[in-house]
């Protein structure tokens, strides 16, 4: 049989140690166990409750004036020039995919700012 060494401290018996060493932890009687309300180590099981999240308030983002918007949508027209290595003969539709981007996004945005002003 196995043998099990029993720390001094444990809050078991003298005899309860005694039985352990004869018998196996899982054999003694009277052994306290960690769960036992009088043991001081036991931990209470509480159930808590979990909160939602509170929404951190959002301040309102400033919509972009006629000029930020048209630099918006050069930059991102750009981009798309750029992918295509500046191959002439796109720029307008270069330029209309940016317009639809921007505008996009724009409204997105608003609409989300709309969903968090609540």
Request: aromatic share 4%; proline share 7%.
């Amino acid at each position: 049989m196995k043998s099990t060494a029993v720390d001094s401290s444990s809050p078991i018996s003298a005899r309860g140690r005694s039985a352990m060493k004869a018998k196996g932890p899982a054999l003694v009687k009277g052994a306290l166990d960690s769960s036992e309300a009088g043991n001081s180590r036991a931990r209470k099981v509480t159930s808590r409750k979990i909160l939602a999240p509170t929404p951190m308030p959002v301040a309102p983002v400033p919509s972009p004036n006629v000029e930020e918007v048209r630099q918006m949508i050069a930059t991102a027209a750009y981009y798309h020039a750029l992918q295509r290595d500046f191959a002439a003969g796109h720029e307008q539709e270069d330029w209309l995919m940016a317009e639809r981007e921007i505008s996009q996004m724009l409204a997105s945005a608003v609409s989300v700012q709309g969903i968090a002003g609540r």
